[in-house]
């Protein structure tokens, strides 16, 4: 059973600013069939008009323009795929992907110089509970990142005659899927770095939700109207965003424990 939101799709791509208020429906997806529609209030649809999110679409004026900046890779990554098998650096995992978690990571380890085997990282992701299932290619991407970081450096001026300026760059290798939940689009990332971390990002984007109401400025709001009034006729509506994560570490075998520092 799912609960079904309306939304007017003439006059923009937009749907999501466009919510029809009020009409409500409860579909039985096993039958494929409407076993509940309610028609409870009548609120103005919210403007078109100014809603088009498209590029091509957009009008002047634009937000300040930078020019274009190019990152190359003259000898190509430094990644190895193989099969599901990623290696980076000092770094060996899996990579794989599961319908309702999304990118999984599993078997990560780093290369331990100093006892001369690998440290294992075991790790698993999840988190959808995802409405509408579309296939969608190219969601999942593998890159080196670099954003002018630095992982080291040190300039040594106190020898006689010497200056010694060491500097080590902080490239990381990151695996990036993006997750489009209705009006949202998630992007998780996983970021492996050389010192051994692994840092975890979720990014928000898409677009916003909005409920449709008869205000058309603030000055009218005296109510609670959970959400801020962002055009006329539609309000961003304060709620909260969860993601959970099932992080198995077996860090260097079972026999650790894990503190919170
Ligand atoms: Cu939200």
Partial sequence: MVSILSFYKDGSPNIWVRPIEGITMLVDLDKMSIIEYSDRQVVPVPKAEGTDYRA?????????QTKPITIIQPDGP????????ISWADWVF????????????CLASIFDLNKGNLHGWVLRQSGWNTIILVKISNVFCMFERYGGDVAWRHTEVAIPGQTIVQVRPEVSLVVWMVSTVGNYDYIIDWEFKRSGSIKVGVGLSGILEAKASFYTHT????????GTLIAE??????????ITYYPDLDIDGEDNSFVKA
């Fill in 56 to 64: 091509s679409e957009l009008k002047p004026p634009f937000a300040a």
């Fill in 233 to 242: 006729d539609a309000i961003g509506i304060n709620h909260d965003h969860f």
């Fill in 219 to 226: 000055r009218q709001i005296k109510e609670d109207v959970y």
């Fill in 78 to 85: 430094s990644f190895k795929i193989d099969g599901q098998e």
């Fill in 94 to 105: 899996h990579v794989t992907f599961d319908v309702r978690a999304g990118l999984v990571i």
